[in-house]
């Protein structure tokens, strides 16, 4: 499963850093990153919760 | 089927009109049987659709290809058909996305953070001109703090910032039966309009380190490619707009809680020992009584939703306060609960998707201090409900006035 996070709509809320921090970092610069595109196996579900608790909607999942 | 909606109760069609004494003093029992009898309701006193089920606002929310912004966000003018003004509320991507990118680094939670002592300091100065004796929560504290913030955050002049404050008000109130806006309220706007003008053209001549100065300085990427500057018009709406979504709506958040938390006196117990909860007791707040109630907006397309078409042209209420009392989405949905399991479901007092709220980390910044310098100015308190009354705008609910005294004074 690959993450892609529309870059142009990221507020930095960093709500799925919170979840996921070995996926997304918003780091010092307060911009969001990517640490891997990849979902790995066990990380589905806090990916799932990552998308719905986006404020933006900025964050999708792809098999 | 009977009614354009859906099955009638034995109660009669449910009525839902935005603009009548009814639904300003008590929304949630409509908007209960909205959901329940008619998820997709048509108002034919007003020609409108309104969903109220979770799932279907959100969905709606986030569909902004149906749900256009285009057209305005109140009834009224969606209606006219008119062009709405340059707001970036009042757009769809892409160009509302262009226009969004020239503030949202702005408001980021991290650079909000650093706003903090600015925020105390505005919480402090009011709530000491603040008798525990007798004050209004709203008129004399939640009114008055927000828009320092915000509106230095703009460039206003400390002068002129109630000033700002006050043409809202006037602006957004409704008389009953009535969607368009009053007499009174377009001499305001025009008045905001005339000020914001007025301040754009000061800066121009000399820039400050203010929002407005920023957005002079700043260029936009145009329909034909182009980049070009704001335009008067185009910062004057920008500053309008941001100066009344970031002051109505934590006044009316905060008003809701003093109300709210004198009826659950245990559970304001429950956050003075532990402040820790703040923060999820102003999320419970957006939850139960949304500040901001619903938006409208303009249907792109015909929609058949539970054996219902919205016709494309129509305009349509998605109506969030509804949405966050919906039990099939959070477990006894009409219960205050501060302790509540806060991801159960979406809480969507912000709203959801590309137009969800830009102010959203200033809204909880600045109620979270309130809170907690509530808690100890009034670690027990009364509030008059004979007293209390209510706004009566369209788009936003809550208190007009709420009269407290303090019963137990707290660390000054």
């Known amino acids: 499963m690959k993450v892609r996070v529309d870059f142009e709509l990221c507020e930095s809320n960093a709500i799925c850093m919170q979840l996921l921090p070995e996926v997304f970092e918003v780091r010092d610069d307060d911009f969001l990153y990517l640490l891997t595109d990849e979902i790995a196996p066990g990380q589905e579900a806090a990916a799932a919760e990552a998308v719905r608790r986006c404020p933006l909607q900025a964050i999708s999942l792809e098999d | 089927m009977t009614g354009r909606g859906g099955p009638a109760s034995a109660s009669g069609r449910v009525e839902f009109d935005p603009f009548s004494e ?86 980021t939670p991290r650079a909000i953070a650093a706003l903090e002592p600015v925020v105390r300091a505005q919480v402090e100065r009011f709530l000491g001109g603040c008798d525990p004796a007798g004050f209004d929560a709203v008129q004399d504290f939640s009114a008055l703090f927000p828009v320092e913030i915000i509106s230095a955050m703009l ?147 015909d929609v058949d939703l539970h054996g219902v078409r919205i016709p494309a042209g129509s305009a349509v209420f998605l109506i969030i306060g509804a949405a966050n009392r919906d039990e099939r989405a959070f477990t006894d949905a009409d219960v205050f609960d501060i302790d509540r399991n806060a991801v159960e479901s979406q809480n969507i007092g912000f709203g959801y998707g590309v137009h969800s709220c830009l102010g959203a980390a200033l809204a909880r910044l600045e109620s979270r201090i309130a809170l907690d310098a509530l808690l100890d100015f009034m670690p027990r308190f009364e509030v008059d409900r004979s007293r209390c009354r209510r706004v009566a705008m369209t788009n936003v609910a809550g208190w007009a006035s709420v009269p407290v005294r303090v019963t137990e004074k707290g660390r000054s």
Request: charged content about 30%; hydrophobic content about 40%; proline content about 6%.
């Open chain 2, 22 to 107: 009814e639904f300003f003093a008590d929304p949630y029992p409509v908007y209960r049987r909205m959901r329940d009898e008619e998820p997709v309701y048509y108002s034919e006193k007003y020609d409108f659709y309104a969903l109220t089920r979770h799932e279907d606002v959100a969905a709606g929310l986030k569909d902004f290809a149906t749900y256009s912004s285009a057209h305005g966000v109140d009834l009224a003018m969606v209606r006219s058909g008119r062009p709405a003004p340059p707001l970036v509320i009042m757009m769809d991507p892409p160009e509302h996305r262009r226009m969004r990118q020239l503030v949202n680094r702005v408001f």
């Open chain 2, 155 to 301: 460039g206003v002049p400390p002068e002129s910032r109630q000033q700002v404050r006050l043409w809202l008000d006037v602006f957004l109130e409704r008389e009953p039966g009535r969607i368009e806006v009053t007499r009174r309220g377009m001499e305001a706007l025009i008045s905001t309009g005339a000020f914001y003008h007025e301040l754009v053209r000061e800066r121009r001549a000399e820039p400050r380190d203010d929002m407005i100065s920023a957005l002079i300085r700043a260029d936009m990427l145009r329909e034909d490619g182009e980049r070009t500057e704001l335009d008067d018009m185009e910062i004057a709406g920008f500053a309008t707009m941001l100066g009344g979504a970031g002051a109505e709506t934590v006044t009316k958040l905060i008003g809701n809680a003093v109300v709210t938390f004198a009826d659950h006196p245990d559970q304001w117990d429950a956050l003075r020992t532990d402040r820790g909860k703040v923060p999820a007791a102003v999320e419970e707040i957006l939850r139960h009584q949304a500040p901001s109630q619903y938006n409208v907006r303009y249907c792109t397309r």
